[in-house]
């Protein structure tokens, strides 16, 4: 069940600095979000932009521990984003080798994509990879909205015990958005 606080959290970054303040004064600050959750401790993406950018945005707003690999010769137009993030870069172009290595470096793995796909070879070689390795993978896709991907995140995360996670996925905008909104919910349940 996802509680209020939470809720009105993730609202309130869509609010103005003036509807945040209004929140904090009534008791609804963020308090919550470094030490309420203790399920999930550390996430694990590639930096390039989508999906796993804003996990690890996320990640450090949450004050969670983060990194990971980062392709050499990445889609990442802002170079200085392995630094931001504190981010390795992989020895081999292109995502097979950091996939790889991140899909191992944590508990668990989730893939976001904005429709079922599946001639997308990158998701296939992620599902594989995480088998291969023994690692739990769950495919989320935005057509059931928020609350069913934070359900389904939440159970996942329970069920494997996880407390670091790999995220990965579509590179497009409204996906990081998504990620964003899910994660800040299923990170707090």
Known sequence: MVSAAPMLHWLADFATAEHRRALEARGFAAAWLPAAHRGVERIV??????APRAALELAQELKLAHGG???RGGNAKDKSVARRFGLGVSEHPGFADCDQTNIADAEGSLWFTPAEDAGDTR????????????????VVVPGGGVL????AIVRFQGDHALRSLHVAGSSDQETGRFVRAVLRLALSC
């Open 45 to 50: 993406a590639c930096g390039e932009p989508g």
């Open 148 to 151: 069913q991907a934070v359900d």
């Open 69 to 71: 690999i980062s392709p």
């Open 123 to 138: 998701r296939q070689f992620f599902m594989e990879t995480a088998v291969r390795l023994g690692r739990p993978w769950l």
